[in-house]
T-cell receptor, first 115, second 114 residues
Framework: ETGVTQTPRHLVMGMTNKKSLKCEQH?????MYWYKQSAKKPLELMFV???????ENNSVPSRFSPECPNSSHLFLHLHTLQPEDSALYLC??????????????FGPGTRLTVL | AQTVTQSQPEMSVQEAETVTLSCTYD???????LFWYKQPPSRQMILVIR??????QNATENRFSVNFQKAAKSFSLKISDSQLGDAAMYFC???????????FGKGTRLHILP
């Protein structure tokens, strides 16, 4: 148990659906991240939030919309996705760059399938 | 731009033997961190070991140790006395000290042969 939880663990959706992924961290961290993990590709960083402010957006399509209402919660809102968006979506948290050493702790991921 | 390269997509090792996973990285920074993460099949990704670039001593965690060669920008992971539970995808990662972002390699899938 790393203190980072994600729901749902599995999600199947059609291209016209709207759904949201949720991440919660119980570690008192200040930074949270969304990653996309596809087969045979490196982990792709999507978004970084530090102290609830978005500090990184790696050219992610607008059909992915993050929300960070507080330092413990992170959402990824999905709408009009494409089949190529099917992947494992991982959430992570860390103390943030102000920490002298920093490690990211990962959640179990949400396996997303877009039909 | 920083990059992380893991040149071995898959490796196999006999149980109880030792295996070394390679990782090289490219950066112009002098102050950074390096990590090895483990992702077992259908399970959560967890940190295996971490190395701070300013430390010359190689990090060790029980059966896991690294060979950190800063000048060569190499950061290999050695697993001693391999166990079946070590079977997983292993990711090498880099983080610049003043950054929140971690850059991951493509991973090496390690198989443990009984």
């Amino acid at each position: 148990e790393t203190g980072v939880t994600q729901t749902p663990r599995h999600l199947v959706m059609g291209m016209t659906n709207k759904k949201s992924l949720k991440c919660e961290q119980h570690l008192g961290h200040n930074a949270m991240y969304w990653y996309k993990q596809s087969a045979k590709k490196p982990l792709e960083l999507m978004f970084v939030y530090s102290l609830e402010e978005r500090v990184e957006n790696n050219s992610v399509p607008s059909r992915f919309s993050p929300e960070c209402p507080n330092s413990s919660h992170l959402f990824l809102h999905l709408h009009t996705l494409q089949p190529e968006d099917s992947a494992l979506y991982l959430c992570a948290s860390s103390q943030g760059q102000l920490a002298s050493t920093d490690t990211q702790y990962f959640g179990p991921g949400t396996r997303l399938t877009v039909l | 731009a920083q990059t992380v390269t893991q040149s071995q997509p898959e490796m196999s090792v006999q149980e109880a033997e030792t295996v070394t996973l390679s990782c090289t990285y490219d950066t112009s920074e002098s102050d950074y961190y390096l990590f090895w993460y483990k992702q077992p099949p259908s399970r959560q990704m967890i940190l295996v070991i971490r190395q701070e670039a300013y430390k010359q001593q190689n990090a060790t965690e029980n059966r896991f140790s690294v060979n950190f060669q800063k000048a060569a920008k190499s950061f290999s992971l050695k697993i001693s006395d391999s166990q079946l539970g070590d079977a997983a995808m292993y990711f090498c990662a880099y983080r610049r000290r003043r950054d929140d972002k971690i850059i991951f390699g493509k991973g090496t899938r390690l198989h443990i042969l009984p």
